[in-house]
C-alpha cells in the first residue's frame, strides 16, 4: 500500500510537470470572462479550460497545458483526437462538396455509411438507416418510425436512461434535473420501467425482467407500446450493465408482444466495447440501433439503424432535416470505420479496458470508499459510496475530479446520484497514461 503511493506520487508529479500554469491559466480565464458575457448560462462548464489543440488522448489548452483526456469529449474520440485518417478525410470530402441537402442531390458517402451500419449493427437481417445530426434526434425519429410501423403511441424507457435534450428525449431521461426542470411540458406517453442494475438490486436478469415487464403490462398495457428504448449499458446512469439474460428477455417480450425494441448505442456503440455495438455482448439483436457521439470520430452526425421493413415505414419527406447526414460528416464516419479495422481497435478497447480496470480494482482494495468497478471493454466505471452507511458519496467523485484537473488529467463524472467516474478514453490511450491516471486518483483518494 505504502509503495504503491509512493510510486504513484511520482507518477503524479510527473503528470503535474506537463502543467505550465495554475488550472485555470490567465488566457482560459480571459475566454472564460468572454464566455460569461455572451454564452448562455445554460450550457454547463465542467472544466475552466479551453482547448487550443488535441492529439490521440491528450489535449492542449490556450495556455499550454497539457491534460490527459478520459473523457474523450464523452465518448466521441474514441479513435482519438485528430486521428490522421479522419483529419485527412474531412479535408478532402471539404474540397469537394460540403453540402447539397441529401434529399435534394444525394452523394455517395451518405449510402456508404448506411451501408457500413447494416453491415455493423448486430444482426444479418436486411436493415435500413436514416442520418441526422445529433444522438437526441435519432432518438427522436427512433421513436417516430416506430410509431408509424406499430401504429402505436406509447414509449417505454427505463430507470437510470438518458437519451438527450430535445422534448422527447427529455421527457424519457430518468433524472429531471437538469433536463427537465422548467422546461415543461414536456411530451407525454414516456413510461419510465425499472431498470436491472445488479450491483444495486441483486436481482438476476430474469427477477430484474420480470419486474420490468410486469410494470409496463400494468402501467400501460404491452398493445399500446410501440417501443422500447433501452441503452445496453447505460451510460449516463453510471454505466449500468443489466444482469445477464435481462436484455434478451426483454427483446422476447417485445418481439412476442409486436414492439419494437430499440438499442440506444449513441455511448456505447462504435467499438467503445471492444464490439462495434454492445449489444452483441448480451447475445441480442435489436430492432433498430441508435448511433452518434463515437461514429464521427468528432463531427457532428447520428443515425437510426434498423429492420428495412421497419425503417421503411415512413412516407417520403417524413424524415430527415437540412444537414442530416452532411457529406463532410459522413467522409469522416467512413475513416472511422476504415480506421477500427485497421488499428485493430476492438482488440484495443479490451486492451484499455483491462489496464483500467486493473487500476481501478487496485484503489478499491486500497480505499473503502470505492463501492463497485465495472465495464465492458474500454467503458469503465468505478462507483463510490459512504462505507457506514452504503449511501451514495457523489462528494467524493467529484473531489477526485477536481484534484485530477489540477493534475492535468479530464475525467467525468457520471450516475444518477453523482457518485460515478466514468472512463471514455480514446482507443489509442497507452497503458503507461492510463496508469499516470489511476495513480493521481489514488494520491486524490489519500488526500481526502
Ligand atoms: C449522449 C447520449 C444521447 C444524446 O446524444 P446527443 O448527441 O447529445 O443529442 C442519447 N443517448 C445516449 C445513450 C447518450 O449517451
Known sequence: MTDTLATSSSVASARSSRLVTAIPG???????????????????????????????????????????????????????????????AVAD?????????????????????????????????????????????????????????????????LHHGYHGRTNLT????????????????????VHHAPNSS?????????????????????????????????????GEGGFIIPAEGYLPALLAWCHDNGIVYVSDEVQSGMARTGAYFASEHFGIEPDMVTSAKGIGGGMPIAAVTGRAEIMDASHPGGLGGTFGGNPVACAAVVAVFDEV????????????????????????????????????????AIEFCDPETGKPAPEVAKAIQTYALHQGVLILTAGTFGNVLRFLPALVITDEQVDEAVAVMADALETL
Not at 441537402?101 to 456508404?112: C, K, N, Q, T, W
Not at 451500419?117 to 416506430?146: D, M, Q, Y
Open 341 to 380: 479495422k485497421k488499428k485493430s481497435l476492438l482488440k484495443e478497447a479490451d486492451r484499455v479496458g483491462a489496464a483500467l480496470t486493473r487500476g481501478l480494482n487496485g484503489l478499491k482494495d486500497c480505499f473503502s470508499h470505492v463501492a463497485d468497478v465495472r465495464g465492458i471493454g474500454a467503458m469503465v
Open 93 to 157: 470530402q471539404a474540397e469537394k462538396v460540403t453540402h447539397t441537402l441529401f434529399a435534394v442531390a444525394g452523394y455517395e458517402p451518405y449510402i456508404r455509411v448506411c451501408e457500413l451500419l447494416a453491415e455493423h449493427t448486430p444482426g444479418t437481417f436486411a436493415k435500413k438507416s436514416v442520418l441526422v445530426n445529433s444522438g437526441a434526434e435519432a432518438l427522436e425519429n427512433a421513436v417516430k418510425i416506430a410509431r408509424k410501423h406499430t401504429g402505436r403511441t406509447e414509449v417505454a424507457v
Open 198 to 234: 445488479p450491483f444495486h438490486d441483486g436481482l438476476t436478469g430474469k427477477e430484474a425482467a420480470e419486474r420490468t415487464i410486469a410494470y409496463l403490462e400494468k402501467r400501460v398495457g404491452a398493445s399500446q407500446i410501440a417501443c422500447l428504448v433501452v441503452e445496453p449499458i447505460q
Open 26 to 88: 490567465p488566457k482560459s480565464e480571459a475566454l472564460h470572462k468572454r464566455r460569461i458575457a455572451t454564452v448562455s448560462e445554460g450550457v454547463a462548464a465542467t472544466f475552466p479550460v479551453y482547448a487550443e489543440s488535441a492529439h490521440d488522448a491528450t489535449i492542449i489548452d490556450v495556455d499550454g497545458n497539457e491534460f490527459l483526456d478520459l473523457t474523450g469529449g464523452i465518448g466521441v474520440m474514441t479513435i482519438g483526437h485528430t486521428n490522421e485518417a479522419v483529419v485527412a
Open 170 to 189: 427529455s421527457a424519457m431521461n430518468y433524472n429531471m434535473h437538469p433536463y427537465g426542470t422548467g422546461f415543461g411540458p414536456l411530451a407525454g406517453s
